[in-house]
């Protein structure tokens, strides 16, 4: 049986050093948070090899006394705690008193420092946590540390660090977090001879993030400020159309201190919610003042992680600084053009080449076919149609497809005699419904707008000056109001309205009587499904009843759907369903506003009348809330007479 001993010092200082010391960035945090708890407002860091081989970290802090000197290089000395009590309210970045310890004891450590009220700084050398020396020195106020071959007593976790780039990318990410949190700070980072990071210490937060990510991503945020109660928030957050692949951007810090939180990450979502693309998430920088009594930041060996007393309040600051944010200070967006203008004299050799070789080579004139048939593919759906006069089937035993659902017309609507119905949805703001009915003969295919449908306009839209130039690609609308162009998404721009008007709905269940009210047959089990959340579908206007053993019979819809959307709407409630049902409850019903709305609402590719184009024109005209459709992507976006105008060599004309 192996006997119990006790370890020697160096080897338990080694294995400590483990839980502190991971990396070269590492190293460099914890040195550089001392220097931020030091008072510094210049520190620069520079590193060798991914830092790996050489660390310099130098401040204008307040300095360490030479009787402190070798004192602070023992494990759990420190000078921001005192007592059990200080605890529980940290208000500095670093205070264990393991780091110098540690990273004395895997590495070679120079230190020169000098407090304001010393005549000498201090010089003190120790090695793999041996002191080698200790003497006077001249050196400015502050604290300069070299921590040269890290891990050169321990081979074993020398081989498990990465290529020097990678190492060297980390240090740079823990620099920007920092530069971040301090604005006021200025810092310097050199990587092999080379300065890569310079922020001014202005104090501005703005500064800081255009240093370190930018111009470009500077030039897409929104400030945030909020308070709710004794915690606030400030910063900055991105606008929905500059929302990234991934998280990485979400820069949360507490007092200062860069964390990690799913509170605040699940906050920003839900902010952002249907303003962005599905797979995009917001970013930004943003600071939380928080009492330090109702924090734990003694949580973590790197203090990233943190335990609030009160988690929804952290959620609740999150949520409605970003949003309110959003809602003041997101605005539509204009064309980002490059001006590539040529010089007159280019021009002018130009045309005149042009002009030569038009005289020597004529080309062939072909005929312009007009009559171009467009060819329409059917609609793709899980549903199996069955013709009005059939009966639908309820026999559990017939085989059905993925969905599980047949279809079939309960109800046969009366025929209008020489007439047919075309339905087209038009927002207008001021009915009970986004959607009209326009009565069409046969022979005229082209709808012929209603009058009501201007007349239903409030005044203060309707007055809007604008001129429909045309329609792009029968999806984009260009909208000429006053020195501007408006180009519009038209699916996209009334799919939002028809979004928002069903959340204004949605406690009184509106819902449009079908005339031919649709009887789906489907598995069992998706049959007691549906009929399970038979309230839930109430609430976002969907009627459905019991039509056999394994049917269901759908009565009302809202808005106007074709049977076909019908068809795709309930096999897609079926499958999310089926799927998980808590997450449909977690959701509220936006989810299945989306579908509903992007169905309902007008399609790209296909005519609309120019009444319907000019009702929609001026209401996103005039509302510039209507920025995004409910999947995320941009309604309309400017383009300023002055932009053209440089494009084509006016400007200053």
């Known amino acids: 049986m ?21 990396r070269p960035s590492s190293v460099v945090k914890e040195m550089v948070e001392n220097a931020v708890d030091a008072g510094a407002t210049n520190i620069t860091i520079e590193i060798k090899d991914g830092g790996i ?62 407090t304001s009220e010393e005549t000498f700084g201090t010089h003190y050398i120790i090695e793999g946590g041996e002191e080698k020396l200790l003497d006077d020195a001249g050196c400015p106020n502050g604290t300069t540390f070299v921590i040269q071959d890290l891990f050169y007593n321990t081979p074993a976790r020398m081989k498990f660090l990465k290529k020097n780039v990678a190492e060297g990318n980390a240090v740079s990410d823990v620099i920007d977090r920092l530069a971040l949190s301090h604005p006021e700070i200025s810092f310097k980072l050199i990587r092999d001879g080379k300065q890569t990071l310079s922020t ?22 929104i400030p945030v400020s909020y308070k709710n109660g004794d915690i606030t928030i400030s910063g900055y957050t991105c606008m929905p159309v500059a929302a990234r692949k991934n998280r990485s951007l979400q820069l949360f810090y507490i007092n200062g201190r860069f964390v990690k939180t799913g509170t605040g990450s699940a906050a920003l979502q839900e902010a952002y919610k249907n303003a962005i693309m599905v797979g995009k998430f ?20 790197a203090k990233i992680e943190v335990r609030f007393s009160n988690e929804r309040a952290i959620f609740d600051v999150v949520y409605f600084g970003v949003k309110s944010a959003l809602e003041s200070g997101d605005k539509r967006p204009t064309f980002d053009l490059k001006t590539m203008v040529p010089a007159t004299s280019q021009i002018t050799s130009e045309t005149s080449r042009l002009k030569r070789a038009s005289s020597a080579f004529q080309l062939p004139q072909k005929p312009i076919n007009h009559s171009v048939t467009p060819v329409q593919k059917p609609i793709q759906t899980k549903f199996h149609m069955v013709q009005p006069n059939e009966t639908p089937i309820v026999n559990e035993n017939r085989l059905l497809n993925d969905s599980g659902f047949s279809v079939s017309n309960a109800t046969k609507a009366p025929a209008m005699p020489g007439k047919s119905v075309s339905k087209s949805f038009v927002p207008s703001v001021s009915g009970t419904s986004l959607d009209v009915v326009v009565e069409t ?26 001129r429909i130039i045309g329609e792009a690609f029968k999806t984009y609308v260009l909208v000429e109001v006053d020195n501007r162009i408006l180009v519009m998404d038209k699916h996209a721009a009334h799919e939002r309205i028809l979004f928002d008007r069903l959340k204004e709905r949605e406690a009184t269940g509106h819902a449009q009587i079908l ?90 590719g296909y005519r609309t009348s120019d009444a319907e184009l000019m009702t929609l024109a001026k209401r996103i005209v005039k509302d510039e809330s209507i920025l995004y459709c409910p999947h995320g992507r941009p309604v309309a976006m400017w383009l300023t007479k002055t932009q053209l105008e440089k494009q084509f060599g006016r400007s200053g004309n």
């Open 2 to 22: 192996a006997k119990i001993h006790v370890l020697d010092k160096h080897t338990a200082e080694l294995i400590a050093a483990g839980e502190v010391v991971e």
């Open 53 to 114: 081989s050489y660390i310099r970290i130098s401040d204008n802090g307040c300095g360490i006394a030479k009787d402190d000197v070798p004192k602070a290089f023992l494990r759990h000395a420190t000078s921001k705690i005192l007592a059990p009590s200080d605890l529980e309210a940290i208000g500095t970045l670093g205070f264990r008193g393991e780091a110098l310890a540690s990273i004395a004891a895997v590495s070679r450590v120079e230190i020169l420092t000098k």
């Open 200 to 221: 001014p210490g202005d104090g501005k937060l703005l500064s800081a993030i255009h240093a370190v990510y930018g111009s470009e991503f500077a030039s897409s945020l």
């Open 282 to 301: 917001p970013a930004g920088v943003y600071h939380l003042q928080f009492p330090c009594d109702q924090i734990d930041v003694n949580v973590h060996p």
């Open 441 to 466: 003969t046969k022979a005229n295919e082209k709808s012929q707008p209603s009058a009501q449908i201007v007349e239903e306009i409030p005044e203060e839209i309707s007055n809007v000056n604008l």
């Open 515 to 604: 005339l031919e009210p649709l009887a789906l047959t489907m598995r069992k089990e998706d049959y007691t499904l549906l009929l399970d959340n038979k309230e839930l579908l109430e609430q976002a206007g969907i009627l459905i009843d019991s039509f056999g053993e394994t049917s269901v019979r759908v009565v009302a819809v809202p808005m106007n759907l074709e049977n076909e959307d019908i068809c795709l709407l309930m096999d897609e409630i079926t499958e999310k369903l089926r799927r998980n049902s808590a997450s449909v409850m977690a959701d509220r019903l936006d989810w299945l506003y989306h579908s509903i709305a992007c169905r309902s609402a007008v399609k790209g």
